[in-house]
């Protein structure tokens, strides 16, 4: 369905957000909307919607289990796509995301996201609930 037809039949009942499982519903509706994280670290206070977020959480904080090794140098990742980014910028200079605006390159896109907010569009999507205060991040 998403690759195919863009078909996304479950719709958040609190926001306009759709998926193409329930369950990637179900999880957005415990991250955004009420707050709860089933999954509970064994070592620690840290929670998760997602197990594979805990998984991650405890091979990278509290076992140091890092299964991916830069060819390059001593870095090691929890996940493959870090490796891929940690390469791609500090061996062979690559930054794929060009800001439309401006000279600026990134490796991520989140992080060419954040520069076009930040430097171009004034954009700052997150407000803190007590204050005024407004952030291009979480």
Do not use: W
Not at 69 to 74: E, I, L, R, Y
Not at 104 to 126: C, D, F, L, N, W
Request: glycine share 2%; net charge positive; charged share 30%.
């Amino acid at each position: 369905m998403a690759r195919h037809t863009g078909e996304k039949p479950h719709q958040c009942p609190h926001c306009d957000y759709k998926s193409v499982t329930s369950e990637a519903r179900k999880s957005h509706i415990m991250a955004r909307h009420t707050g709860e994280k089933p999954h509970q670290c064994p070592y620690c206070d840290y929670k998760s919607v997602r197990s594979k977020n805990l998984e991650k959480h405890v091979m990278d904080r509290h076992t140091s289990e890092k299964p991916y090794q830069c060819p390059h140098c001593d870095y090691k990742s929890v996940e493959s796509k870090n490796l891929e980014k940690h390469v791609m910028s500090s061996h062979i200079s690559e930054k794929p995301c060009q800001c439309p605006y401006c000279d600026y390159k990134s490796v991520q896109s989140i992080s060419m996201k954040k520069h076009i907010m930040a430097r171009h569009t004034g954009e700052k999507p997150y407000q803190c609930p007590y204050c005024d205060y407004k952030s291009v991040q979480f």
